[in-house]
């Protein structure tokens, strides 16, 4: 984890998924420094993503246990609550295309509560992110994420663009 302190906000970098997802999300403060992943190519005004609080499950334990990259985990599509999106776009940065996601004040509450009960529930514990009836991650997160701005690395089934697109139809 790298955590950099500035005068209008903290940045919080954490790598989230499993070896082969490569999943990423940085959480950024209200009032980030300005830094950016670079220019925007794919922007969506609205959308949503859902988020749940789960956990991890063996294979075939329970008809919800999904297999999302690589994991299972228990997917109950009533556990999902919905995070109102202002704004997402694919950024470029050196390690490849970003989704920069701005959440609604709504959205961002929604975010933060869940993380907060990954964070504290354990190491079985997941945040998973669904976007138009899609999982698309399941992640670890180690301490609250605060603030109403991530960044996601897409895995290896969801490109940048598709998930832009997923976050503005859902």
């Known amino acids: 984890m ?3 302190n500035g005068e209008k906000g903290t940045r919080l970098s954490r790598a989230l998924a499993g070896a082969a997802a490569g999943l990423l999300i940085v959480a950024l403060s209200a009032c980030s420094t300005g830094e950016d992943a670079g220019e925007p190519t794919a922007v969506t005004r609205g959308g949503s993503l859902d988020i749940a609080v789960s956990q991890t499950c063996t294979e075939n334990s329970e008809p919800q246990c999904t297999l999302v990259n690589g994991e299972y985990v228990l997917v109950i599509p009533s556990d999902f609550t919905r995070a109102g999106v202002e704004s997402g776009a694919v950024a470029s940065s050196p390690q490849g295309d970003l989704v920069d996601v701005r959440f ?3 959205g961002a509450a929604v975010l933060q509560s869940a993380s907060a009960a990954v964070a504290s529930a354990g ?3 997941r945040l998973v992110l669904r976007a138009d009836n899609q999982v698309f991650a399941a992640l670890t997160v180690p301490e609250a994420l605060e603030g109403d701005e991530v960044q996601i690395a897409p895995s290896s089934t969801v490109s940048a663009e598709q998930l832009v697109e997923l976050i503005r139809s859902n």
Do not use: L, V
């Open 104 to 106: 609604d004040a709504d």
């Open 123 to 125: 190491s079985d514990a």
């Open 2 to 4: 790298t955590q950099r």
